[in-house]
């Protein structure tokens, strides 16, 4: 979704595709949607300008295999960022990363943590300053470590303290985080009509920022993608 608002937007995008789960399938559906919406919005000739086969030229897919080749690819961002910057492609403006957590939790066992922290440090520092200097939006989907109930039982519609993965050294490093859960556990109980009616509530919330305050927000997933 967000490489469809750059896009719009005239911007380009950096995928990193650590997980191997980029679905172009579902980028051309909310690409498909939202540009119908912005044709009703807008003239046709300024929508025109947006284009499913122009989101896709300008989205640059990479899928490293483990946290070596992420690295690798990380201290090489600004290059591509740098090289892409001609009258037939968008500007780089947003790099995602997704996710930070698969090849780190993969590659590192528990006999060495301090390796993973610094390898995590160095990817952390290098987006940063890619970020400050080239003025790009990076956004780094991390993964749920526990989920743990008020009650202490996991079966419980209730999560209750939700504990992102890699720990202190990955929360210290990035400036906004946000938190998008369900209010109800939708696999706590086996009814339809459960799931139906509170497994799709969904709640993003800031839980960490250096300009706003904590906030909530309900949401729901459709055609278009996140949607208030």
């Not at 990076?138 to 939700?162: E, F, M, P, T």
């Not at 497994?199 to 993003?204: D, L, P, S």
């Not at 800031?206 to 993608?225: F, L, P």
Request: proline residues 3%; hydrophobic residues 40%.
């Amino acid at each position: 979704q967000l490489c469809v608002i750059a896009a719009m937007q005239g911007f380009g995008t950096i995928y990193v595709d650590t997980e191997k789960k980029l679905s172009v399938e579902r980028l051309l559906e909310i690409g498909m949607e939202r540009s119908t919406s912005l044709m009703h919005d807008i003239s046709i000739t300024e929508a025109s300008r947006f284009s499913s086969q122009e989101m896709l030229d300008n989205i640059m897919i990479h899928k490293p295999n483990d946290t070596h080749e992420l690295k690798t690819l990380v201290d090489k961002l600004d290059e591509e960022i740098l090289m892409r910057i001609s009258p037939s492609t968008l500007p780089v403006k947003l790099i995602v990363l997704d996710s930070i957590a698969a090849p780190t939790r993969r590659d590192f066992g528990g006999g060495s943590a301090p390796q993973r922290v610094l390898t995590i440090l160095q990817i952390a520092q290098t987006l940063k300053r890619i970020a400050g200097q080239l003025k790009v939006a990076i956004v780094v989907i991390n993964q749920v470590d526990k989920v743990i109930s008020h009650s202490g039982d996991l079966n419980q519609n209730d999560y209750g303290s939700v504990t992102a993965a890699l720990g202190p050294s990955w929360h210290h490093c990035v400036s906004t985080r946000i938190a998008l859960e369900h209010q109800h556990d939708p696999h706590g109980d086996d009814s339809m009509a459960v799931y139906s009616d509170q497994g799709r509530k969904r709640i993003a919330s800031i839980v960490k920022s250096n300009i706003v305050q904590r906030s909530s927000i309900a949401y729901e997933i459709n055609h278009r993608g996140i949607c208030d």
